[in-house]
């Protein structure tokens, strides 16, 4: 059954940069737009980022100019390149589609921004 993993994840400093990644299992991929999404601690998952089939971008504006989404169809993979990173990015990001579809969320890779 196709599902999303995620990777990439880890604690950084303010000001510094991820670059986190994401695999989709399923058999085709190209025809989806895809996107990333965060939880942060007690707050509802929320969109952050979405590319299309065709590779146009959209981003919330409190990460436009910071983070940019990604994709590469033969591999069947999404990539979200964070940089500028400040403790309200502190989230389990995930990707999915968008819209997102149920059965394929993953685990999910946790970012912690702290000095």
């Known amino acids: 059954q196709a599902h999303m993993e995620e990777s990439g994840g880890g604690l950084v400093q303010p000001g510094g940069s991820l670059r986190l990644s994401c695999t989709f299992s399923?058999?085709?991929?190209?025809?989806?737009?895809m996107a990333w999404y965060r939880q942060a601690p007690g707050k509802q998952r929320e969109l952050v980022a979405i590319?299309?089939?065709?590779?146009?971008?959209t981003y919330i504006d409190s990460v436009k100019g910071r983070f940019a989404i990604s994709r590469d169809n033969g591999k069947k993979m999404v990539y979200l390149q964070m940089n500028a990173l400040n403790p309200e990015d502190t989230a389990v990001y995930y990707c999915?589609?968008?819209?997102?579809?149920?059965?394929?969320w993953g685990r999910g890779t946790q970012v912690t921004v702290s000095s």
């Open positions: 999915n589609a968008r819209p997102s579809v149920v059965r394929w």
């Open positions: 399923g058999t085709i991929f190209n025809i989806y737009d």
């Open positions: 590319i299309t089939s065709g590779g146009t971008t």
